[in-house]
């Protein structure tokens, strides 16, 4: 049974790419939390760690495109939580390298109230908004 759960009802948006992009954080974060259960050496941990955050990077791009391709009008907050979520994740991943090489357990709390909180919580609201013209947002076809 995977630590972070990909639960269907609760966090498809039905926004395929941002979707895939959902659930591939979610493997990527089971895998960090595996890796360091099974006692892996640092080097793989951290860059599995270094691997979420491209993800994380590269996901809250085109998740902000997409926002802005609908006009979706809390843009701007949704933007500054992001920034915050990336700079949560820079001081646990400082925090890691200073220590023992075990991932702590605010760590995985931080990544579960992102899970939690953010993609069911905030980024529900983008994906209920409607777009407001035909081709806005095709790129991103709703299924
Ligand atoms: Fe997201
Ligand atoms: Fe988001």
Redesign the pocket.
């Known amino acids: 049974m995977p630590y972070f759960k990909w639960d269907e009802a609760d966090l498809a948006l039905k926004i395929p790419q941002i979707d895939r992009q959902h659930r591939s954080l979610i493997d990527t974060m089971n895998r960090i939390f595996d890796l360091n259960e099974g006692k892996a050496e640092r080097a793989e941990i951290e860059q599995t760690i270094m691997l979420l955050r491209y993800l994380m990077t590269e996901?809250?791009r085109d998740?902000?495109a997409y926002m802005a391709s609908i006009k979706f009008p809390r843009l701007d907050i949704?933007k500054t939580?992001?920034k915050q979520?990336r700079l949560r994740l820079e001081d646990y991943i400082e925090i890691y390298r200073q220590g023992d090489g075990v991932v702590s357990r605010e760590f995985f709390q931080f990544l579960q109230v992102w899970l939690t909180s953010?993609?069911m919580g905030?980024?529900k609201e983008?994906s209920l908004a409607q777009p407001l013209s035909e081709t806005a947002g095709a790129r991103y076809r709703r299924i």
């Open positions: 996901h809250f998740e902000e949704h939580i992001h979520l953010h993609i905030v980024d983008f």
